[in-house]
């Protein structure tokens, strides 16, 4: 469920930047923190808000940070544009604009009782690591936790320290693959889909969480069916292009849904039809 | 301890297969070990055998003029190694590397070829679980073609 944020959804909130940290020679993670007469607003596993560089413009960035922390919020972004370049390159200090947060979330509450298999590729780990934070800090209150991860290379391979903690913790599986390997790489070599294989899957009583490139998406879910996973037990973080984050301006309009009102998460069965149309 | 017919027989791979056939795959079959950094195969090299691994894990390497060598994928417990020994000229594509200690059973192809001609079920029942494993792997290849975590500009 969404999280109505209780000021002006339209009025960004002033955060200051505390840290900006170097994940992948492209990706960088902030933490921004409220300034004093504000809080951070609470939000949930999956949501988003919007960030707003002053003098430069405005982005649609997922929540990656642990959601039992209020005094902050984290966003993890990879560089790929003006917008994104002059928001990762912010001095510690330095005042952003935050919106939100926005959207539905990932269904961490339905899943209690249940093994939660996370599927990440890229930056798609990011809005999932919220996820993983809560399952390992509630660990009574789930099942199995496996997360696979899928990266381009291994240099591009998100929050490594924190896999390698994750892979310790009780009841959880982490396997982590990368699309091309150098001879200096001892891990797996292969598509995130490989992985599945070795993730003794227990597809009556696993909810899946699916984040990623759409077309890594489309390929996941096939290895999931065959798995034998329902298909309301399938959920996908959508992207588009969100704008005003509240339904007004139409700009991620998907099919009959606003992704920033009714996603970015979605059950597959709301989407199935969609992901098959590639002019949406 | 494990008989070579006990671990045959529980293999996915060999799941379904009728117990004569089991038993054919067993008299082709023997425990091999390999130390980390050493080549199972090579590119070029007579395909004769191909390897059901049962521990460590096994680089897959393409080696190429004027690029580094890249491991286009790793195989693991459980995974079959090799499949060029099914179809002529009967050699290698690709290096595959030990990355760690490796234990598997390797299966004689050439005594395993021998049998699938004289006994076409057998053939067959080896060619469709075969045909499932490149199916497997061309779709990985093909999504891993897509290069989809690059940075579209």
Redesign the interface.
């Given at each position: 469920m969404a999280t109505t944020p209780k000021i002006d959804p339209m009025l960004p909130q002033p955060f200051v930047v505390h840290e900006v940290s170097k994940e992948t020679p492209?990706t960088f993670t902030l933490r921004l923190d409220p300034e004093d007469t504000i809080k951070a607003s609470a939000f949930q596993p999956g949501q988003f808000s919007m960030l707003w560089v002053f003098g430069v413009g405005e982005l649609p960035i997922s929540i990656s940070g642990d959601p039992a922390l209020h005094d902050r919020l984290v966003y993890t972004v990879?560089s790929?544009g003006q917008a994104t370049h002059s928001l990762v390159n912010q001095k510690a200090g330095s005042s952003v604009g935050v919106r939100g947060p926005f959207g539905s979330g990932w269904p961490v509450d339905a899943a209690r009782g249940r093994d939660v298999v996370v599927v990440a590729?890229?930056?798609g780990l990011a809005p999932l690591r919220p996820v993983i934070y809560q399952v390992l800090q509630n660990r009574k209150d789930y099942g199995r936790l496996v997360i696979l991860y899928?990266?381009?290379s291994p240099r591009?391979l998100l929050y490594r320290k924190e896999l390698a903690k994750w892979a310790r913790s009780p009841e959880t599986q982490v396997l982590v693959t990368v699309?091309?390997?150098?001879?200096g790489?001892?891990?797996?070599?292969?598509?995130v889909?490989?992985l599945f294989?070795?993730s003794r899957l227990q597809p009556a009583r696993s909810v899946a969480m699916v984040c990623?490139?759409e077309?890594?998406m489309r390929?996941v879910i096939r290895e999931l069916e065959g798995h034998g996973l329902s298909r309301d037990d399938i959920y996908l973080s959508m992207e588009r292009n969100m704008k005003c984050a509240v339904g007004f301006c139409g700009h991620c309009q998907y099919g009959p849904h606003f992704i920033c009102k009714d996603g970015p998460v979605f059950r597959y069965e709301q989407v199935s039809l969609l992901l098959e149309k590639y002019e949406l | 301890m494990e008989t070579l017919e006990r671990i045959i027989a529980e293999h996915p791979f060999f799941a379904g297969l009728d117990g004569g056939f089991t038993n054919l795959m067993v008299s082709c079959a023997s425990n091999v070990r390999f130390q980390p950094g050493t080549y199972i195969f090579k590119e070029g090299d007579a395909a004769n055998t191909f390897y059901l691994i049962r521990a460590g894990?096994v680089?897959l390497?393409v080696r190429a003029p004027q690029h580094?060598?890249?491991?286009?994928?790793?195989l693991?417990?459980?995974?079959i190694l090799g499949w060029s020994w099914l179809l002529a000229p009967y050699q290698w594509k690709f290096h595959a590397r030990a990355?760690?200690e490796v234990r598997a059973i390797a299966l004689d192809g050439k005594c395993l070829r021998t049998k699938c001609e004289e006994n076409h079920d057998l053939g067959y029942e080896v060619l469709k679980r075969f045909a499932r494993i490149i199916e497997q792997r061309l779709?990985?290849t093909r999504?891993?073609l897509?290069?989809?975590?690059?940075?579209k500009?």
């Open positions: 492209d990879r790929v590729g890229g930056i899928g990266g381009r591009d699309d091309y390997g150098g001879l790489w001892r891990g797996h070599v292969g598509v889909t490989t294989k070795y990623g490139p077309i890594m390929f | 894990k680089a390497e580094s060598p890249i491991i286009i994928s790793t693991e417990v459980g995974d990355i760690d779709d990985a999504f891993q897509l290069d989809v975590y690059a940075v500009r």
